[in-house]
């Protein structure tokens, strides 16, 4: 039996339409590891689906739970892998994304995770952009998060020593974690390569729920560099009340 790598949680609910492909991707990977899908309790195909991989899962379940962040952290505490990530059940990896994430980390042994580029893929158009990553500097993750979640590999001493993601956090607790992760140890590692694909559909939370996002991600930048940059105050009313109105327009028939 192959020892896993890196152990992958997939929190999901009703992402039926999805799922598939974001397991196809982990599995497609040239890297031994062990999944753990989190699901709080689809009512569309979802568990139909998950049935199909059952026999490459390590494990999986579909009930009420508390959220996102506690699957994600009751996930990885079932794994023994010395990598860790999470996938989101609408994302998706990229061929070879692993391996990079893996080798930067390899060749760095005292930072914490490593992070490479990733595509926005906007599921109305069919088309992607680049989402803005960058090499790591405390001033830019002040100005906003450079690092995409989907494109992130963590080492499980690491993550255990800072508690994993921070459950009573429901927007911006990936952006809470990369601050403890610099803040415990040192800078991430940057890969330049794309990695994995960060999918923008009507029912993501960051789509629907932008003053609340704000509000989060600010709190942490406060919390961690001291200060919330001019920039968060600027960029906010844009987000939530223009690319709302925009949406709005869009779902207009």
């Given amino acids: ?15 039926g ?14 890297i031994p590891v062990e999944v753990f899908v989190m ?33 994600i952290n009751e996930g990885i505490a079932r794994g023994t892998a010395p990598y860790v990530t ?19 980390l390899e060749e760095v042994p005292g930072s914490p995770m490593s992070y490479g580029r990733a595509w926005n893929y906007v599921e ?12 790591f500097s405390e001033r830019q993750l002040a100005l906003r998060c450079i690092v995409c979640q989907p494109a992130t590999l963590i080492r499980r001493s690491a993550w255990e020593q800072v508690k994993g993601v921070d459950p009573s956090l429901h927007m911006a607790m990936d952006y809470d974690l990369w601050w403890r992760l610099y803040r415990r140890f ?3 590692v940057f890969v330049d390569e794309f990695v994995a694909v960060n999918r ?8 629907n729920f932008r003053r609340a996002h704000y509000r989060e991600a600010m709190n942490v930048v406060r919390r961690y560099h001291g200060r919330v940059p001019l920039k968060w105050w600027l960029a906010q009313p844009y ?11 869009v779902r207009r028939p």
Avoid at 200 to 207: A, I, M, N, S, V
């Fill in 1 to 15: 039996m192959t020892v896993p790598l890196i152990t992958i949680v997939v929190p999901s609910f009703n992402q």
């Fill in 17 to 30: 339409e999805f799922i598939g492909e974001a397991l196809r991707s982990i599995f497609a990977q040239a």
């Fill in 39 to 71: 699901d709080g309790g689809s009512t569309d195909r979802s568990v139909e689906i998950i049935r199909e991989w059952e026999p490459r899962l390590a494990f999986w379940r579909s009930h009420a739970d508390q959220g996102q962040a506690a699957a």
């Fill in 86 to 104: 999470w996938l989101n059940s609408d994302d998706w990896l990229l061929p070879g994304g692993l391996a990079h994430l893996v080798d930067a």
């Fill in 124 to 135: 109305r158009t069919k088309t992607r952009r680049p989402i803005w990553v960058q090499p």
């Fill in 186 to 188: 040192e800078a991430p």
């Fill in 200 to 207: 923008e559909h009507d029912l993501t939370k960051t789509r």
């Fill in 239 to 249: 987000a939530v009340w223009f690319k709302g109105l925009q949406q709005m327009l």
